[in-house]
């Protein structure tokens, strides 16, 4: 891999967790890998008042301890100011000269659209030669189809999609980027990888933590919002969509696009909503989510969602796609479980077995990274009976991942220029528009707000949407 070329990274809202405790650090990793050249640096900018060293300090002890850092450490410049005020781009412009910059938006989202008209009416944007400009958006992009297309309508009548990289982290997740080799590297996996073969689809994101310090963000959020068109959808897109023509951004993104657009618009008979009470996760005590701080003491706001989703295209036709998300679960559990039908031919009828239970292949995400695939095995002895087992791979006992924040493919892709990992407008779009007719009848108050226990799995509701199939939620944390 070549070094990525000479930049520097403005980070906007410099002082903010996210710099501290994924961006530096995967920028120190980047640097210990032999991946960024000396003459890369970073001016953040932040409304704390503060100077260069306080930002140094405060990097500190989340950074990579190491000769990378120390030399790092040397070119972080502060500059502090009000996100949208005049002086802050003239001072960023003054600072930049002729070099190339990654302007990276780590702000709340209502600065989106404000950053870039600046930085575009500053003159900041401009490409010359061989010096690049590019943004960096985090999400969330919108807050649901009509806000998230305005987004783009202002951001795009200054900027071409060269220029944007819109981001979603999940996508820094080795194990996502694995589901593309996975299925395209492998001849085994395209020729069952559809309606013939496949009986459905589940991806869970169930977490731990709850809501604790995010009350203002979440309340007006929901898990729905927070988790589904985004980071959900970006993994259901990369298991549900057709091979692309190359491995270049735009082929794969048009496929991961195509997908989104064939999502069958869901009805609120399709989706489950809960909010977590009082209780426990594990020995620590949970307060119920309408007494965490900033959260309103009657709010509807979902803290799980589950949904059945159909996949109207020629593969998918007939696979449900069940999705669930939630805070304060029973574990920390991401993961892609892809059930095949039964086999066609109860062979063994005549032996003491009397069901053949299905074969799965799990993406596992998190806590940690692996596939695995179950399959049947014949017990020894003189009579035949099966045993389940698996066959496995974990990434860390073949690769060595110590410290990877998921960020740092993210920023080494944006200072050398691809863009495959990024959204292109019509994929968030598609993702919204997805998920637009739950919001609706959400705000109509149709279906129920179910209540759940801490460290449980969730509410019953969503065991009784899969049941109505005649199917089951693979165990959290199994
Ligand atoms: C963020 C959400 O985008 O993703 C959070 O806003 C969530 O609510 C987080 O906790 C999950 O990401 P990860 O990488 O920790 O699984």
Redesign the pocket.
């Known amino acids: 891999m070549k070094k990525a070329p000479p930049a520097t990274l403005v980070i906007f809202g410099a002082t903010g967790d996210l710099t501290r405790r994924l961006l530096v650090p995967a920028v120190t990793n980047l640097c210990t890998d032999g991946l960024l050249g000396k003459d890369f640096t970073i001016l953040g900018i932040g409304r704390s008042d503060g100077d260069d060293e306080m930002l140094r300090a405060s990097l500190d002890k989340f950074a990579t301890e190491g000769d990378c850092w120390r030399d790092l450490r040397k070119r972080i410049a502060y500059l502090q100011g009000d996100f949208t005020a005049d002086r802050v781009f003239d001072d960023v412009a003054k600072a930049l000269g002729d070099r190339s910059a990654v302007f990276y938006l780590a702000t709340p989202a209502q600065f989106f659209g404000a950053i870039v008209e600046k930085l575009a009416a500053k003159g900041l944007m401009a490409e010359a030669g061989s010096r690049f400009r590019r943004v960096a958006i985090e999400?969330p992009f919108g807050h649901d189809l009509a806000s998230a297309k305005a987004l783009d309508a202002r951001i795009l009548a200054l900027l071409p999609e060269s220029q944007i990289y819109r981001l979603d982290?999940?996508l820094g997740?080795e194990t996502v980027q694995n589901i593309l080799v996975a299925r395209f590297a492998n001849q085994w996996f395209e020729a069952v990888w559809n309606n013939r073969y496949i009986d459905h689809v589940q991806i869970t994101?169930a977490?731990t933590?709850e809501v604790g310090s995010?009350g203002s963000f979440?309340d007006a959020t929901g898990a729905l919002r927070?988790?589904v068109p985004?980071?959900l959808f970006q993994l259901l897109a990369m298991i549900a969509m057709e091979p692309p023509n190359s491995f270049d951004a735009d082929a794969i993104r048009d496929e991961k696009a195509k997908v989104l657009r064939a999502i069958r618009k869901p009805t609120a008979v399709c989706a489950v909503r809960g909010q977590y009470g009082k209780g426990r996760v594990g020995s620590r005590n949970v307060p119920a989510y309408r007494k965490v701080p900033d959260v309103a003491t009657d709010s509807r706001t979902e803290t799980y969602v589950a949904l059945k989703l159909e996949v109207d295209t020629w593969r998918w036709a007939g696979v449900p796609f069940y999705l669930r998300t939630g805070?304060a679960l029973a574990a920390r559990d991401?993961e892609i479980v892809v059930t095949f039908k039964a086999v066609p031919y109860a062979l063994f009828r005549d032996c003491p077995i009397d069901r053949l239970p299905a074969n799965r292949l799990i993406f596992q995400l998190?806590p940690d990274e692996s596939i695995v695939l179950d399959m049947l095995v014949k017990k020894p002895g003189p009579v035949i009976k099966t045993a389940g087992t698996t066959l496995d791979f974990t990434y860390a006992d073949h690769f060595k991942l110590s410290g990877r924040t998921?960020y740092e493919t993210l920023l080494y892709d944006m200072m050398t220029g691809d863009q495959t990992l990024f959204q292109r407008a019509e994929q968030i779009e598609a993702g919204w528009a997805a998920v637009q007719p739950i919001l609706d009848d959400w705000v109509k108050d149709k279906g129920r707000l179910e209540s759940y226990a801490p460290g449980s799995a969730g509410p019953a509701g969503a065991d009784a949407l899969l049941e109505r199939d005649g199917r089951f939620w693979h165990r959290i944390g199994q």
Do not use: S
Request: hydrophobic share 25%; charged share 35%; no cysteine.
């Open positions: 999400k982290h999940f997740k994101a977490e933590v995010r979440y927070d988790m985004n980071h805070k991401t998190q998921g």
